[in-house]
């Protein structure tokens, strides 16, 4: 069946006037699926793209650097936001995206959102809705408008739910509160714009499950989340396997890369350049003698390196 393609007047009036079938403030699923339909794998009840639990492992370890690349060749040029503060530097996010939208509050818009949500068994502030969808893997991301003072949209309270729910952590275009109890919920991290004391005021979440603008990043739900220190990427669902096979591909390039030039057996010169067919058997020997190295399985390896131009 072919999905009608909706304006955003008629997403509005879906999302804010009485879809009866839809959790308060998320898109319909049939819209979801029409916007993520270049995914063609398993989905969740929600309707976002299932990425599986091995690529999401996979992508913790790949470079974030290798992944834009990768992106950028292929047309993706609003994937990346920097400029984070964070609460663990060396705790990695790795997983699948469920958003929120946020905006300034309006007195009417706000209680008639909060008037539905009740209704349909919404408890508490509508910054704690979200927490109530996550699942195993998922990275709570957050539109806060960029809001820091009265822009908290979690402290350790709520943390711990959400770690509690997903084992991950957040990535919010707002800021967070109580830093120190944050710090100490071991494995959870956030990639915040600032920390600040006060409590959220004068914000409603208006989309949940929705597509939304983290700085200069676009976010569909069930993109990959990848959250290192250098900033945060988000890799369209259909694009995770090609980005991680690509990184992984390149990362044993490069172990191969040193080792050769530590032993002095290649110049920098012949590692940079198209490798040549005595490069790529003894890329391939090295291989066999160090398949720990193979992040994933060698058949799958070796059906990359088919396809790709050395």
Known sequence: MKLPILSLTTILTLTFGGLQTAKAQTMPKE????LTSEWKGERFPDGRPKISD???????EINIEEAWVVLKNEGYNCQFEGNWKIVHDDVVIAGRALTAQFMPSRPDIEKNIKDRGGKQGRIGNT???PIDMLSKGDVYVADGMGKIVEGTLIGD???NSIFAKTGNGVVFDASVRDLDGLSKIPGFNAFVRDFDPSYLKDAVVTGINTPIRIGRAVVLPGDLVLAKKEGVIFVPAHMVEKVVQTAEFIALRDKFGIQMLKEGKYTPGQIDSQWTD????????WLDKN??????KRS???EYMKKRTW
Do not use: G, H
């Not at 398949?291 to 994933?296: A, F, K, Q």
């Open 291 to 296: 398949p720990n190295e193979i992040p994933m």
């Open 300 to 302: 799958e390896l070796d």
């Open 278 to 285: 005595t490069l790529k058997n003894d890329f391939l020997k």
């Open 127 to 129: 910054n704690s809705w």
């Open 31 to 34: 819209e979801l699926i029409f």
């Open 54 to 60: 091995d690529l999401v492992r996979r992508a913790k």
């Open 157 to 159: 309270n709520l943390a």
